[in-house]
């Protein structure tokens, strides 16, 4: 018998809404389509395992089949089916109360999380792209099978029908004039990829061709057979499904380039996530290589809903010190809007993300425990989102000290207590606060680590580029500390010690030699400053203030505080050793000239140490040091 209908009353409001509104995606509707037919597969293991359903399960899979002639599109499982009744009750009704009521409350918000498995909605999605639907379904129950089509009006029919013999539902878009693509091999073949690579059931897309292994005792000249066997486009089982104790290293490879196909490096190690309260999260995220390097935007995190892909838009999940990871998470607690595509912000994923956060400080704490020597090895690659953590997210930074590395110039790696413990002796300044020296580039600051290092100082190699910002944050939240960059000022003027200081000249002698070097040199961006050092000591040291240099620096990188440090100077001390033989031969040289030829020169020199002795002005310094050579 066959029954005429009309979707519910005023259902015709609800096309157009899902055309243009529900979802802006055209292409989601496969994901829709195939979420539902996993589910009914799903759901049909379920009541054959509590008994409910006296059939066989078997080892159903979907199927996905283009019809280029008949422009059609079919989706088919092997699941539940529906009975004539429950396709009345399901896709007729939509099973909510007025398409109005519906309307009203969310076409301006959109909000409802559930409404597509709330209220079978996600089935209408087929209307995006298809000017027909069919649906051929026979239910496991002993019932007739039945035929429904709707032409995306209000009007449907629904038959029974001799036509589908097995178990299942099978869906025929009749792919409209506007989206042919629907039709192209290559774009379900991307959409089947992109949104149902890791989907549950297996997805049969297509025939390949597989070659036989040829026997052992085979002659040389034999060729192997080959035979045609099912596409199967999806893994059912990825390994974040799968308990850790079952994985080896090669398995998590493995799968990390089967979620980054384009990526030849391997990862340097990964994080196992498994929760189930106070929500459900599983996932595996994975360390990259990544050196220096902030901006990441390719391979993105993935965010899965029961192996369905949702976004890799996982801003709010996950912690920003993490989107620099790579990997993927599934949730069925994370709350999304209509069409899947936005996140709401609430408290599960706030939990969320802190337990994501608590879980990577753990797992690198027993790393550094595990094989320190290995986590020293590839401290280069991970420190940028370490220390990215320590300065956005408290809870990790309070953690941190198990296992932030502090290399320094010759190779050492200390944990931060480890540190303290090293310098202590050697560097607390006379007012008993421990000055951390630091370089951060050692070819270029190589002269100024070697003075630190000939006191017996050790110096730390810091140079990521956001390391400024979080020597600020290790200032203000460890007692008594202070960090120097040991170009900031004199060795001697960095871990100020209460030593004698022996000076040669007087103070007549000093303004005078001050004046002399200030005339001659008269550049705004040098102040000078004269200091009674070691006669060995260098004549002239180019220093730039820590304060100056770091409030710079953070502002590069974003955030330098309210001094609105666009138009930062540059700004340099010029260090005058004033027990240095040359500062004695300045003083004592007659002739302005030779005077002021004297002081450029060391400045020159003093500039080139600092690599500050650029264009012009080195081209020229060359051609006067080749003249001196001529004398």
């Not at 993105?300 to 989107?323: A, C, H, R, S, W």
């Not at 997210?393 to 050492?412: I, M, N, Q, R, S």
Request: proline content about 4%; some cysteine; aromatic content about 10%.
């Amino acid at each position: 018998m066959m029954t005429k209908g009309n979707i519910n009353v005023s259902v015709e409001n609800i096309f157009p809404l899902i055309k243009k509104f529900l979802y802006s995606d055209h292409e989601i509707f496969l994901r829709e389509l195939i979420s539902n037919a996993t589910d009914a597969t799903l759901k049909l293991k379920h009541l054959t395992s509590i008994g409910e359903a006296k059939v066989e399960y078997g080892n159903p899979k979907l199927e996905v089949k283009i019809d280029k002639d008949q422009k059609t599109l079919r989706i088919i499982d092997q699941g539940i089916g529906m009975t004539a009744e429950e396709v009345e009750k399901y896709i007729n009704q939509v099973a909510f109360s007025g398409a109005e009521e519906f309307l009203e409350k969310y076409k301006d918000s959109a909000k409802d999380s559930g409404i597509i498995g709330h209220f079978g909605l996600g089935f209408y999605s087929a209307f995006m792209v298809a000017e027909k639907v069919e649906i051929l379904t026979k239910s496991y129950k002993d019932e007739p099978a039945v035929r429904w089509i709707c032409d995306g009006s209000p009007e449907f029919t629904l038959e029974e029908t001799t036509d589908k013999t097995d178990r299942g539902t099978e869906i025929i878009l009749h792919i409209a004039e506007d989206s042919v693509e629907f039709l192209e091999e290559t774009k379900i073949r991307e959409l089947l990829l992109k949104y149902n690579k890791f989907m549950p059931v297996p997805i049969k897309f297509g025939t390949k061709t597989h070659t036989l292994p040829l026997p052992e005792d085979a002659p040389e000249d034999a060729v192997a057979e080959t035979e045609e066997v099912d596409n199967i486009i999806n893994n059912p089982v990825p390994a974040w499904t799968i308990a850790p104790s079952e994985l080896t290293n090669e398995d998590y490879m493995k799968f990390y380039h089967e979620l980054y196909p384009m990526q030849f490096e391997e990862p340097l190690f990964n994080i196992h996530l498994n929760v189930d309260y106070p929500f459900n999260l599983t996932g595996i995220l994975f360390f990259p290589k990544l050196s220096n390097n902030l901006n990441i935007d390719k391979d993105k995190i993935q965010l899965y809903q029961n192996q369905v892909f949702v976004t890799d838009e996982v801003k709010g999940i996950v912690p920003d010190f993490l989107m620099l990871l790579r990997g993927v998470i599934d949730s069925p607690d994370i709350p999304l809007n209509v069409s899947r595509s936005y996140l709401q912000a609430d408290g599960a994923v706030k939990k969320i993300s802190s337990y994501i956060t608590k879980k990577v400080a753990d797992k690198m704490a027993s790393l550094i425990n595990e094989n320190r020597e290995d986590y020293e090895k590839k401290w280069n690659d991970i420190k940028i989102v370490i220390e990215y953590g320590i300065i956005t997210e408290e809870k990790f930074a309070e953690k941190a000290d198990k296992f932030t590395l502090y290399p320094t110039t010759d190779g050492k790696y200390f944990l931060w207590d480890e540190l303290v413990e090293k310098i202590k002796p050697s560097q607390t300044d006379k007012d008993n606060k421990l000055v951390v020296l630091y370089a951060t580039n050692a070819d270029e600051q190589h002269s100024y680590i070697q003075s630190a290092r000939d006191k017996g100082y050790e110096v730390l190699l810091l140079d990521s580029p956001i390391i400024s910002h979080v020597i600020q944050k290790l200032e203000t939240s460890k007692e008594n500390i202070s960090f120097a960059r040991v170009d900031a000022d004199h060795v001697n003027n960095l871990i100020k010690k209460d030593e004698p200081v022996i000076s040669k000249l007087n103070e007549t002698e000093k303004e005078s030699l001050k004046k002399n070097v200030e005339e001659a040199i008269q550049d705004s961006k040098f102040t000078v400053q004269l200091e009674d050092l070691d006669s060995n000591d260098a004549p002239f040291t180019i220093t730039q203030p820590e304060f100056m240099r770091r409030m710079k620096e953070m502002q590069a990188t974003g955030g330098g505080g309210m001094f609105g440090m666009g138009g930062f100077p540059e700004m340099y001390n010029l260090v005058v050793n004033s027990n240095s033989e040359l500062s004695n031969q300045i003083l004592k040289t007659e002739n302005t000239e030779e005077k002021e030829n004297l002081i450029k020169y060391a400045l020159d020199l003093a500039k080139l140490s600092q690599n500050l002795l650029k264009g012009k002005d080195l081209t020229d310094f060359i051609q006067r040091s080749y003249k001196q050579l001529e004398k």
